[in-house]
């Protein structure tokens, strides 16, 4: 019998194999040790001195393989790297922030200077928290709500704020649950406070408080979702950006990490990755890189290999998928720490310091997120990506770090417990979202999931068709991770995870894209039927709290405030067509179709994949 893996469809055949043939497949499993598969995979049903012995016996077969297959010629000696220092904050935003794609690459050389030691702190100890404009900038939201309150009528506002409350009453309630009275957990669901919801607004129209049309019941809850967005996830992002210090310090030493760098057809950006992590700050002694390359084709491989050394380790194996590539380098990690980077990612000089940061100060993080940038901006697509990763991202991991219950640890820059993340047995083969799929699983075991201040910067689609591709396997792996974990709707267990987070995640997929593709085609029906000075009214106070949103996201991650301008087309354009996508892989996912791993063109790969196209033709 052969077994094999590496694809989506593979790992759920390796899990009907192990079903049928558990010998085979331990079997299996030992002579292929790159792969880890399914929940139940073998090496956590074993005794821990049995785990012991196996891990420790694919370890060796791994690195004698690694051994085996590495060319010795050519190799760059230790000596020959370039020199290590670490710029400033300052110094690497701002030589990031003027130039894009390989030209912003190329800046993050890392300037000559001696070797930190473990005493030389480089972060300063504790920034102020307080930034009075964003709270300016929210304060600023009373207007266009209080020219909405005086525009429309006395029932329409009654139907709001039934609405409205609806949901805060459900907040405040699941608040009262988690923190006080867990046993009643099983009252007021996240799922009932959705019907709940419904059936309010269901009665408004009956009771004559809205119109009896498509255009009224899709702009009541269009209101009554600003006004929850606006005065609930937006407030909760202000507060914590005035109540979490920046720069802030943990006593104590600092925990031994591991970087692990899958890397797959990465020629150009490896070797940019790994000289910012080199360079980044973080005590002597207590760094190692892992760099897995995946089966490269494009001479990835040997750009890694020139900066193996003691620190560094290179390895390869054959093509699997990012899941295998990460499950692999865990294999050679020692670290208390796992720190993953994507092979495209430049971490800013104070982001190891500061990931570690929530380990340090909190014995029950599990999992700690960073800030992610775009490092390619100039262009109208990626202004809205980058507009998007402000606003749609990290404000909204700011909320959900005061609840301990962050859903996604981005997989261009994001650490775990190692402990937490074999225990949680690693990455599963089974989503498009490896990154989304492990976070939940570290929520699930319990642990809290936080957000720090390391900054990490990654190229975003530059053209419409690579957005296309990579939104596509993004949003299918949302909504496959999504259904993986579906019980968690109805576990009383996971405190804010099941009753805040993970709902908030299931609306974002389920609910609003096809409610704001209906409130599209109301409104066209609304100017239709003559209702042109509401529709107008609505569009201008979206608009206006849109942009509100925007200065308050932007002020607070410290990016340029005139990416506002592009707010407009979050309201309508930019907004609807990631709706459409997240639709059809919504679709895609739910009938069963077959789904592969889609990726967006690398900037700085183009020209080269298209001098290869033409000598293919040839």
Known sequence: ????????????????????????????????????????????????????????????????????????????TPEAMVALGAQTGSEAKGALGARSGPEARSAVEPRPGRAQTAAEPTIAASASARDPWSVVFYLLGVVPFALLVTYLD??????????????????????VVVEFRPAWGRYATAPQAMVAAVLVGVAAGWLGW????????????????????????????????????????????????????PAYNERGYVGQTLRALLAADYPVGKRDVVVVDDG??????????AFESADVKVVRKTNGGKYSALNYG????????????????????TALRAIVEPFRADPSVGAVASHVKVLNPGSLLTACQQLEYVVGMNVYRRMLDLFGAVTIVPGCLGAFRRSVVEGAHAYDPDTLAEDFDVTLKVLEAGYRVAVSDAVVYTEVPATWADLYRQRLRWYRGNVMTVYKHWRLLRDHSTGYVGRLAFPL??????????????????????????????????????????VLISLVALQIEGEDRTLAVYAPLFVLG????????????????????????????????RPRQGQAQRQEST
């Open 296 to 305: 490269s084709t494009d001479g990835t491989y040997e750009e890694a290999l």
């Open 210 to 261: 809205i119109p009896h049309t498509v255009f009224g019941f899709t702009a009541l809850g269009a209101l009554a979702l600003f006004v929850c967005y606006y005065w609930f996830i937006t407030l909760l992002a202000v507060y914590h950006r005035q109540t979490t210090a920046t720069g802030s310090r943990s006593a104590g030493p600092y925990p031994t990490i591991t970087v692990l760098v």
């Open 330 to 349: 865990l294999l050679f990690a020692t670290g208390e720490v796992v720190v993953a980077i994507d092979a495209d990612s430049l971490v800013h000089p």
């Open 1 to 76: 019998m052969s077994i094999r893996a590496g694809t989506i469809a593979d790992g759920a055949a390796v899990k009907r194999a192990r079903r049928r043939y558990p010998d085979a497949f331990t079997e299996w499993q030992l002579e292929n040790p790159h792969v880890f598969v399914s929940l139940d995979h073998p090496l956590w049903t074993l005794a821990p001195a049995q785990q012991r012995q196996l891990l420790a016996r694919r370890r060796g077969a791994a690195v004698e393989g690694a051994k085996a297959g590495r060319a010795e010629e050519g190799r760059a």
């Open 574 to 605: 930019y907004k609807h067509l990631l709706d459409l996508l997240t639709l059809k892989s919504l679709v895609d996912v739910t009938l069963g179709r077959e789904l592969s791993w889609t990726r967006a063109a690398r900037v700085g790969q």
């Open 505 to 546: 995640r299931v609306i974002e997929l389920f609910v609003l894209p096809p409610a704001s593709l209906l409130i599209l085609a109301s409104i066209v029906l609304g100017l239709l039927q003559g209702a042109v000075v509401t529709v107008l009214a609505l569009f201008v106070f979206f608009t206006s709290v849109v």
């Open 154 to 175: 006395g029932r329409t506002l009654l139907a709001v704020g039934a609405v409205s409350g609806t949901v805060g009453a459900y907040l405040a309630w699941s608040y």
